[in-house]
């Protein structure tokens, strides 16, 4: 039986969650939650000097920002913050240039680190997922010891409240470990002051609740992942449904549709935290947004708000769990054929990334964590064949975790979150989602459906085009 404490967790009562995931069956495989406060709230920006005061061991305080503008009603946040917090401390302060796009790679948390380095007894950054990500890893590279406390800005991705970072590493997205921040301070006004459909991307971000858990016990079904426990999924699952049937408020800015919103993405970003790993809300729908993110970067274009890609690749991922779980048939398995080549995958992950970067750099990263992943899937052919032969009953727990596409498209519609690649900002063509939903899972060592799907011979251009045809037709997709 699901125990209420964990399902209808209120992330600001970090006690009395931390008491019910300790006491929960398995509770050993479970990481502990390194964060002392969580506040959520009107006002809840006046605190801040108080929640440094409590962890700082100092009166050396960094802000770091980007160069945006960011509201809190008519006043500027960041001047508001400044001023909070040059009342009590001795504040200095790192502005990282966005006027070209900020991307949360070593280069920019390389002027982090150092600011650091030169003596600083807390770290607040205050900005949305970059410059969390940014503070998280630059705190880690440098003295893991120093408290950091975010004000979130926008409930734009779920990357607030865990102990991980995605950063971009010889031209390539990879989550590494980072700083959990110490303290986190979500301001209702301003989050009403952020642009909607930053807000939406959140929204668009926790789409990912519907396949990513399936995913990850898929892949530990097949011991893939040694690593899985329900108390992820669950923390998430009841009150996501709950934002599902909310929809409609969070295109009308309903506050407590914004406050049930800033409630689960801080519980998805937890959510990671006690699993050590990413994979609770991100899956192979993830892996298609950092395939788009990546090739922007190389041709110099704007990013789309990483939550906004994530919904759509969310829509396809979830129409093929329910096409795999609908028509796939054990029995007609050819299991030989599920274990290419090394030779052959070298190539083929080659060819999908060389273009990134002429040197091989980009290709060559992917490479060498895939090879790790085609290597254990050859370790685990055993496992393969059980899982074979129990097929039923992993098809009726995955039934569980998984929902049917046209709903998730409805909410979507009610949310007013964008389903179709075109209609991002910027858009995103038909051609790169072509490429980045093919070669998705040649990325890195994380399996999912699409791994499965490509060993079993389902995942090949033809197969993804026909995601796309069965998207448009809830009118989604490209």
């Known amino acids: 039986m699901t125990d209420t404490r964990i399902s209808m967790a209120d992330p600001a009562k970090l006690d009395e969650l931390k008491k019910a995931l300790a006491e929960c069956e398995n509770s050993e495989v479970l990481d502990p939650i390194k964060m002392d406060t969580i506040i959520i709230g009107e006002n809840a920006l006046e605190r801040l000097p108080e929640v440094v005061s409590r962890h700082a061991a100092g009166g050396r305080v960094l802000m770091v920002v980007d160069t945006t503008y960011i509201a809190r009603g008519n006043s500027d946040l960041k001047a508001e913050v400044g001023k909070l917090l040059g009342k009590k401390f001795e504040l200095s302060l790192v502005a990282l240039d966005s006027s070209h796009g900020l991307h949360a790679d070593d280069k920019a948390s390389a002027i982090v680190e150092k600011a650091i380095a030169e003596g600083i007894d807390c770290v607040v950054g205050v900005g949305s997922g970059t410059i969390t990500d940014l503070c998280k890893n630059a705190v880690h590279e440098t ?244 899982f074979l032969a129990d097929w039923d009953d992993f098809k009726a727990k995955a039934e569980k975790l998984v929902v049917e596409p046209e709903y998730l498209c409805q909410c979507m519609t009610e949310a007013g979150a964008p389903k179709r690649f075109r209609d991002l900002n910027p858009s995103v063509d038909r051609d790169t989602a072509n490429w980045a939903a093919n070669n998705s899972c040649l990325m890195r060592n994380r399996f999912v459906i699409t791994d499965l799907l490509f060993f079993l011979g389902w995942w090949d251009r033809d197969f993804v085009e026909s995601l796309f045809r069965e998207a448009d037709g809830l009118d989604a997709g490209y």
């Open 143 to 386: 003295d893991i010891s120093i408290p950091l406390v975010i004000v979130q800005t926008a409930l734009s991705v779920n990357a607030f409240s865990d102990g991980v970072a995605v950063m971009i590493k010889n031209g390539v997205k990879r989550t590494v470990p980072a700083k959990y921040p110490t303290a986190l301070i979500i301001d209702l006004d301003v989050i009403k002051s952020a642009p909607a459909d930053m807000n939406v991307a959140g929204y668009g971000d926790l789409c990912a609740t519907w396949t990513a858990p399936a995913d990850w016990l898929l892949a530990h079904t097949l011991s893939m992942n040694p690593k899985y426990h329900s108390a992820p999924g669950e923390l998430l699952t009841e009150q996501c449904r709950e934002l599902l049937r909310r929809s409609a408020d969070i295109k009308k800015k309903d506050p407590e549709a914004l406050m049930l919103l800033a409630r689960v993405l801080t519980l998805s970003g937890l959510s990671m935290g006690i699993a050590g790993e990413s994979t609770p809300c991100s899956g192979s729908e993830h892996l298609i947004s950092h395939l788009i993110d990546m090739s922007a970067d190389v041709r110099g274009k704007a990013l789309c708000y990483h939550g906004a890609q994530v919904s759509i690749g969310s829509i396809l991922c979830c129409i093929a769990w329910n096409r795999f779980l609908r028509d796939f048939d054990p029995k007609k398995v050819d299991i030989d054929a599920c274990y290419p080549d090394e030779d052959e995958m070298h190539r083929r992950v080659r060819d999908a990334f060389l273009w990134l970067d002429k040197t091989g750099a980009a290709s060559e990263e992917c490479w060498r964590d895939y090879a790790k992943k085609l290597e254990r899937w050859k370790e685990v052919r055993p496992e393969f064949e059980k």
